[in-house]
Structure formats: structure tokens, C-alpha cells
């Protein structure tokens, strides 16, 4: 079993900043991708940022610039820093990993895992 725990979400002006941070544990081998998706009231789930276990990070085009993305290997932990936050990056922000676990089949990719969702609002 694997499990996603996330914390960071609140309540911030426009302009302010926060900081989501994301652990994975359990039964891990190793850990392929870690990253973020949002979804707002009445819209899909996009994505927000990924980083892979050797650095390549993928942004969205609507937060590049404003938003960076950091993976703690040792720690299993994603970091995403939000700066200069706007009304319209209000969502639930969920945590997602790609993990290869200590009883998956070798040869098998790795197992999608998502976090129960933090809420991020900001207000104008």
C-alpha cells in the first residue's frame, strides 16, 4: 500500500504566496514522477506541474513563472511554491505519483497514487 499525504492548502490574496508539500509512503520502491493537478468547481482536472525522480519538470502554461516544483528524493516529498497567486488558480489541488512499489511484477510501470486534495482559494 502506498499512500499520499498533503498539506499547505488555505485561504490567500491575490498576489500572496503558499507552499503545498506532498509525502508519499508505504511499500515504495522507487518513485518514477511526482506533480500536482488542480480542479476547479465546474471544470476538469488539469495539471498543475510534474517532476520526474531526475528533475525534468512539465509546468502549465498558466503558472509558469509564478509556480515551482521540487522533489526531495531521500524524503519521498514533492514541494510546489505558489507565488503571485490569482483568483482563478482557486481549486482542490491534488497530489499525484508515479510509483514502481516492493510487490509490483519487475517489468510492470509504475502505479498511478493521488492524494486526497488540499483546497487552495484566493480571493481578489
Known amino acids: 500500500q502506498v499512500q499520499l499525504v498533503e498539506s499547505g492548502g488555505g485561504l490567500v490574496q491575490a498576489g500572496e504566496s503558499l507552499k503545498l508539500s506532498c509525502t508519499a509512503s508505504g511499500s515504495i520502491f522507487s518513485i518514477n514522477t511526482m506533480g500536482w493537478y488542480r480542479q476547479a468547481p465546474g471544470k476538469q482536472r488539469e495539471l498543475v506541474a510534474t517532476i520526474t525522480n531526475a528533475g525534468s519538470t512539465n509546468y502549465a502554461d498558466s503558472v509558469k513563472g509564478r509556480f515551482t516544483i521540487a522533489i526531495h528524493n531521500a524524503k519521498n516529498t514533492v514541494v510546489l511554491q505558489m507565488n503571485s497567486l490569482k483568483p482563478e488558480d482557486t481549486a482542490v489541488y491534488s497530489c499525484?505519483?508515479?510509483?514502481?512499489?516492493?510487490?509490483?511484477?519487475?517489468?510492470?510501470?509504475?502505479?498511478?497514487?493521488w492524494g486526497q486534495g488540499t483546497q487552495v482559494t484566493v480571493s481578489s
Open positions: 499525484y505519483a508515479a510509483i514502481f512499489t516492493t510487490t509490483q511484477p519487475m517489468g510492470v510501470p509504475p502505479y498511478d497514487y
